[in-house]
């Protein structure tokens, strides 16, 4: 849990990175003052989930000064409205006049959103090193006697679950399905969702838990500053999984170069020091292009999960 410092600190570093923000817009978009900027109008969809651990007002507002200045340099006056969603259903249910330009989510509620025809994935979060799948895994401290995943049944596990990593959680309920091990409820004598690294995995170490899920990429981050984590055992590991997914609605463009432009100013957010301070209320570093083989994975796992439930 943060200290009351550790709170007052993040909030003032969040309001730090707004002002910048505003001065560099400010200062950016003077040379175009005088010309004439063809209005634009964008709403943007994100879904709480891909939030966790950033400020929701923050993370908003700096969308929001991303596109004015991206629409500046190209010759636009864009207005954004930010609206942030609990979950894919309440997407599912918009009338075709109120559906974003543009929607930011997990690979797992892309998936769910598929079918409905309006999502188009264009670029997809990094989880670092330029990757944008990562392994899931399972592990125990050093000397527990649980070899197997069925030796788990009665068993406590902390699960980590932020932006980058909710996938983790339908990966494990689908792994439980192909042993024929129940539901996750079922299974697990005691079920602990974390939202930092170090909470979901440092109980396990100690040996105060007796298994933790986590994704490669975050254990590796965390191994590389506490090698002595590495004394930890891995029971099961899964294929690598798309996470963070960008998408458009084709339909909602009225003018395709905007799109363009705004596609592309994303993948090149990390060149610039702002386009940084964006991606990491995000919690990425950088945003890539989509590729279709990228979520193949995570929809074998989707199926996996329908045909356990029939």
């Known amino acids: 849990m943060k200290t009351f410092h550790e709170y007052i600190i993040q909030h003032y570093l969040s309001k730090l990175l707004l002002a910048f923000l505003s001065v560099f817009f400010l200062f950016g978009t003077a040379f175009s003052a005088d010309e004439s900027l063809t209005p634009f109008q964008m709403k ?18 700096a969308f929001k000064t991303f596109a004015k200045i991206v629409g500046r340099q190209k010759g636009y006056d864009v207005e954004v409205t930010v609206s942030i969603f609990q979950n894919a259903d309440d997407l599912r249910g918009l009338p075709k006049e109120k559906r974003p330009h543009v929607v930011s989510l997990g690979s797992w509620l892309f998936l769910e959103l598929e079918k409905e025809g309006w999502l188009t994935p264009i670029a997809s979060s990094s989880i670092g090193e330029g990757k944008v799948c990562t392994p899931f895994k399972i592990l125990v401290p050093a000397k ?25 959680l339908p990966w494990l309920q689908s792994l439980l399905g192909q042993h024929n091990l129940g539901t996750m409820a079922s299974f697990f004598g005691d079920i602990s969702i974390e939202n930092d690294s170090m909470k979901a995995i440092l109980p396990v170490f100690l040996g105060q838990k007796d298994a933790g899920l986590i994704s490669a990429g975050k254990f590796k981050v965390m191994a590389e500053l506490n090698p002595q984590l590495n004394t930890m055992r891995t029971i099961t590991t899964s294929e690598p999984l798309l996470c963070g997914v960008t998408c458009v609605n084709a339909a909602e463009w009225s003018n395709s170069k905007v799109k363009e432009d705004f596609a592309k100013a994303m993948l090149e957010l ?36 329908k045909e356990g439930h029939r």
């Not at 527990?144 to 909710?166: C, H, P, Q, W, Y």
């Not at 301070?277 to 083989?293: A, S």
Request: glycine share 6%; charged share 25%; no cysteine.
């Open 44 to 61: 943007v969809a994100l879904i709480k989930s891909s939030l966790l651990g950033s400020n929701e007002n923050d993370a908003a507002a």
């Open 144 to 168: 527990s006697k649980v070899k197997t995943l069925e030796d788990l049944r009665g068993k406590n596990i902390n699960i980590l679950f932020t932006a980058l990593t909710e996938i983790g």
């Open 270 to 305: 990390h060149l610039s020091p702002v386009g940084q301070q964006i991606l990491q209320l995000f919690k990425t570093d950088q945003i890539m292009p989509y590729h279709l083989e990228d979520i193949e994975t995570v929809r074998r796992l989707t199926k996996h999960l």
